[in-house]
C-alpha cells in the first residue's frame, strides 16, 4: 500500500546579505565628530591661524631705512664735532660754556699763575689779566697751589664745575677754603673789587656767593660776545 507523504516545502532563499555603508569623505568625520579629523588637516588649520610675516622685500626695505638714518645722525655729529669754535662734546658747565674733556685739547692754553691751563682766546686774555693783578696788588701768587681747568663737577653737587670747561681759576687754594668768609683783609678785598671792575661784566668772585662762599674762586659769568668786548677793552 502506498503511504502518501506531505509536499515538500521549497528551499527557502537566502536573506540578502547587507553592504557596507560606504566611506565618508574624512572631512565630514571632522565636522560630525564621529571619528578625528586627519591629522595633516588639522596641522594645515593650525598654520593658517599664525600671523603672516613681512615679505622679505619689505624687511629689506625697513633695514635699508635704519641704516641711512644711523649714517646720517653719525655724519651731523661728526661736522658738530669738526665745525670751527664749536660744542666737541655734549656738555656744558654751569656758565654755559662747553666742556673740554680732555687735558690735552688744543683749545687749552697755559698762564703763568696757575698749575693747569684755561680756555684759549679771550677767556685766557681776561683771566690772565685778572690773575696778573692779584699778583701785584692782592697778595702772590703760588703757581702749585692755584688751578685752572679740571674736568668735574661742582664740590658736592652733579652740575659741572666752570673749571670744566676752563673758564675759571682758583688762586692761593690752601690760604682761602671753600666755605671759609673773610679769608682777605678788607684792602685786599678793596683790590679784588677794583679788579673786577675793569673786567666787568666777564668776571665774577666766589667771595661774593651768598650760601658759600669760595674766595680763591674767579669764573667768567659772561657769554663769548661779552668775554670778546672786554678782552678788547684790555688789550687797548
Known sequence: MTTLTGTPAPHALPAPRAHPAPHAHPAAYADSGSRPAH????????????????????????????????????????????????????????????????????????????????????????????????????EPVDPDASWGWAHRPVRGGTTLSNHASATAIDLNAPLHPLGVRGTFTDEQVAAIRAILADVAPAVAWGGDYADRPDEMHLEIVGDPDVVAEVAARLRG
Not at 588637516?41 to 625697513?62: K, T, W
Not at 658738530?80 to 658747565?93: E, F, I, M, V
Open 39 to 138: 591629522p595633516g588637516h588639522a596641522a594645515r588649520r593650525v598654520r593658517a591661524s599664525r600671523p603672516s610675516r613681512p615679505s622679505r622685500p619689505r624687511r629689506h626695505a625697513v633695514a635699508l631705512v635704519l641704516a641711512v638714518v644711523a649714517v646720517a645722525v653719525a655724519a651731523a655729529l661728526a661736522l658738530q664735532a669738526l665745525a670751527p669754535g664749536g660744542d666737541r662734546s655734549a656738555g656744558t658747565s654751569q656758565n654755559g660754556w662747553p666742556e673740554i674733556t680732555s687735558g690735552d685739547d688744543p683749545r687749552l692754553v697755559r698762564l703763568p699763575w696757575v698749575t693747569g691751563r684755561v680756555l684759549g682766546g679771550d677767556v685766557a686774555t681776561v683771566l690772565g689779566y685778572v690773575a696778573e693783578r692779584f699778583d701785584a696788588e692782592v
